[in-house]
């Protein structure tokens, strides 16, 4: 079946500091991904869907300077959070769309913790 | 632009107990509808999906869910729940699968415990 593979599990950075994550199609091709951010024992907030050669589409209220996303491959899209602070302490989650089952395969999520 | 509603935030039931948990969606045609669970600190896990045909969809773990469009509702059902369902339950919807129509919008989640 589809598999994403999100990496880091966990991070802590310093306030100021960037941190990337990555999302990885294992076994088919996504010409599209999805981020979203999840605040504790709340929903998933949809941040902005990545096209595999083009910009990324942010939603309303989401700083595209500050959640930088490049999806440079079918297989690959990375979140980076420039100059984090605390209050982008959060759990990051993709997804991605398999053509093969219709389905949206989600990864395993990124706790950031900036301190 | 569709939504999703679950009412219930919490839902508590006894093990061996039957669950219903409630899903309705806001949007003018048949979107693609989910339902995914999730365990503490962990990602999303597809229990089923819907797209057409049967209104009746079967999933894992013992799953079922009823589309029913009259109502613009995506019901979750488990005839006989065990400890291991408790979790997180999240129904979401699509437009579809491809341009501007492919965003996944989830509901706000319905935390679900099971008593011994």
């Known amino acids: 079946g589809a598999v994403v593979s999100q990496h880091p599990s966990r991070v802590i950075c310093k306030s100021g500091t960037s941190v990337k994550i990555e999302c990885r199609s294992l076994?088919?091709?996504?010409?599209?991904m999805f981020w979203y951010r999840q605040f504790p024992k709340k929903s998933l907030m949809l941040m902005a869907t990545?096209?595999?050669?083009?910009?990324?589409?942010?939603e309303q209220g989401v700083e595209k300077d500050k959640f930088l996303i490049n999806h440079a491959s079918l297989t690959l899209s990375t979140l980076t959070v420039t100059s984090a602070h605390p209050e982008d302490s959060s759990f990051y989650i993709c997804s991605a769309i398999s053509s093969t089952n219709y389905g949206y395969t989600f990864g395993s999520g990124t706790r950031l913790t900036v301190v | 632009a569709q939504s999703v509603t679950q009412p219930d935030i919490h839902i508590t039931v006894s093990e061996g107990a039957s669950l219903e948990l409630r899903c309705n969606y806001s949007y003018g045609a048949t979107p693609y509808l989910f339902w995914y669970v999730q365990s503490p600190g962990q990602g999303l896990q597809l229990l089923l999906k819907?797209?057409?045909?049967?209104?009746l969809v079967q999933g894992i773990k013992g799953f079922e869910a009823e589309f029913k469009r009259s109502q613009s509702s995506f019901n979750l059902r488990k005839p006989s729940v065990h400890w291991s369902d408790a979790a997180e339950y999240f129904c979401?919807?699509?437009?579809?699968?491809?341009?501007?129509?492919?965003?996944?919008?989830f509901g706000a989640g319905t935390r679900l415990a099971v008593h011994p």
């Open positions: 979401a919807v699509a437009r579809g699968f491809s341009g501007g129509y492919n965003k996944l919008i």
């Open positions: 076994d088919f091709q996504a010409t599209t």
């Open positions: 819907y797209f057409s045909g049967d209104t």
């Open positions: 990545s096209n595999e050669g083009s910009k990324a589409t942010y």
